[in-house]
């Protein structure tokens, strides 16, 4: 996933629900932590109050460049989403943060394609659904339908990173929230002929039109 200094909300200091699930002792710190960016390598306090000085210092080092961080290796673990939960999280047994960086350009090429990949696979998987929720459904059913929440809320977060790179990508995520919205109200209703229509009418033309637009975007070289 894509990461800037633009997009990077450190939310997780707000939330006081989440902070209150930290184990205490991990925030009183141990031994330092050092990060490695690029060349440089800069040396932490191993407590909760350094996590959002860590990302400062991570964005000043990439600085106007065109790179940016693909993800971080925590002690040998690669880390792709949530950064700053999962280092809080581990905070006070952490040694060594590897921050992995890669070209604009290369990063995105990579979505584009993990997208396309994704999306024939979601589409594949879902294209009997809304058949089976007008027949009655199963349990294998639902565990479909949970699949495709899942595969509309992996494409949410992938269209993210793609918005600065064209307008499809912001008008693909409203459309997209749109229907998540529609299915929560037919849930709420019990509604299975609506759940139905919108998975057959509305979710599968919506994950074709941007299948069909991500591949052709693909053909084209990233500028």
Same mark, same amino acid.
């Given at each position: 996933?894509?990461?800037?200094?633009?997009?990077?909300?450190?939310?997780?200091?707000?939330?006081?629900?989440?902070?209150?699930?930290?184990?205490?002792?991990?925030?009183?710190?141990?031994?330092?932590m050092q990060?490695?960016?690029?060349?440089?390598?800069?040396?932490?306090?191993?407590?909760?109050?350094?996590?959002?000085?860590i990302?400062?210092?991570?964005?000043?080092?990439?600085?106007?460049?065109?790179?940016?961080?693909?993800?971080?290796?925590?002690?040998?673990?690669?880390?792709?989403?949530?950064?700053?939960?999962?280092?809080?999280?581990?905070?006070?047994?952490?040694?060594?943060?590897?921050?992995?960086?890669?070209?604009? %350009?290369? $990063?995105? @090429?990579?979505? +584009?394609?993990?997208?396309? *990949?994704?999306?024939?696979?979601? !589409?594949?998987?879902?294209?009997?659904?809304?058949?089976?929720?007008?027949?009655?459904?199963?349990?294998?059913?639902?565990?479909?339908?949970?699949?495709?929440?899942?595969?509309?809320?992996?494409?949410?977060?992938?269209?993210?990173?793609?918005?600065?790179?064209?307008?499809?990508?912001?008008?693909?995520?409203?459309?997209?929230?749109?229907?998540?919205?529609?299915?929560? %109200?037919? $849930?709420? @209703?019990?509604? +299975?002929?609506?759940?139905? *229509?919108?998975i057959?009418?509305? !979710?599968?033309?919506?994950?074709?039109?941007?299948?069909?637009?991500?591949?052709?975007?693909?053909?084209?070289e990233?500028?």
């Open positions: 996933m894509l990461f800037s200094k633009e997009c990077f909300c450190f939310e997780v200091i707000n939330d006081i629900e989440w902070i209150a699930d930290i184990n205490i002792s991990k925030c009183i710190g141990g031994y330092p990060i490695r960016i690029g060349d440089a390598k800069i040396e932490f306090a191993n407590e909760v109050a350094t996590v959002e000085k990302f400062q210092a991570m964005f000043e080092e990439i600085g106007n460049s065109e790179m940016v961080i693909s993800h971080i290796n925590v002690d040998g673990v690669d880390v792709y989403n949530e950064l700053d939960k999962y280092i809080l999280n581990n905070i006070g047994a952490i040694q060594n943060i590897d921050v992995v960086l890669i070209h604009a %350009n290369q $990063l995105i @090429r990579e979505i +584009l394609a993990s997208t396309d *990949d994704y999306l024939r696979r979601l !589409i594949a998987g879902i294209h009997s659904l809304g058949a089976e929720l007008y027949q009655g459904p199963s349990r294998q059913t639902w565990e479909t339908f949970e699949r495709l929440l899942e595969g509309m809320a992996w494409l949410y977060d992938s269209s993210t990173a793609l918005m600065p790179y064209g307008d499809i990508f912001t008008v693909f995520q409203r459309d997209l929230s749109h229907q998540i919205k529609e299915l929560q %109200n037919a $849930l709420e @209703r019990s509604d +299975l002929t609506l759940l139905a *229509d919108l057959t009418y509305e !979710i599968m033309p919506l994950m074709e039109r941007y299948l069909q637009m991500v591949t052709e975007i693909q053909s084209k990233v500028n």
